[in-house]
Nanobody, 122 residues
Framework: VQLQASGGGLVQPGGSLRLSCAAS????????MGWFRQGSGKEQEFVAA????????YYADSVKGRFAISRDNAKNTVYLQMNSLKPEDTAVYYC????????????????WGQGTLVTVSS
């Protein structure tokens, strides 16, 4: 499975962005999808995950209520809608695919996209 993340950019605090991750080369609907991020000098952290059908959602406490993960299996794409962005959300965001539903652990994701940079700054 190949994953291509897009949608990052520069946004002011309080603003919004929507990240997309397009999958190819596999059966997209067979995978749980996740978003992770890594800020400069920080460890990689879990952001959100969504189960195969899109009905099971998981969020890190730091983004709960501000971010929303969704998927469109017909378009082989997973999304991350990010609202009320804060400077501490600045990071490279990665999408990943796993055969395990709702995992928060990077080691359980077999396929990774290349990352898209989100910068929250005034």
């Amino acid at each position: 499975v190949q994953l291509q993340a897009s949608g990052g950019g520069l946004v002011q605090p309080g603003g919004s962005l929507r990240l997309s991750c397009a999958a190819s080369g596999g059966t997209f609907s067979a995978y749980s999808m996740g978003w992770f991020r890594q800020g400069s000098g920080k460890e990689q952290e879990f952001v959100a995950a969504i189960g195969w059908s899109g009905t099971t959602l998981y969020y890190a406490d730091s983004v709960k209520g501000r971010f929303a993960i969704s998927r469109d299996n017909a378009k082989n794409t997973v999304y991350l809608q990010m609202n009320s962005l804060k400077p501490e959300d600045t990071a490279v965001y990665y999408c990943a695919a796993s055969s395990m539903s709702g995992s928060r652990y990077p080691v359980e994701y077999a396929y990774w996209g290349q990352g898209t940079l989100v910068t929250v700054s005034s």
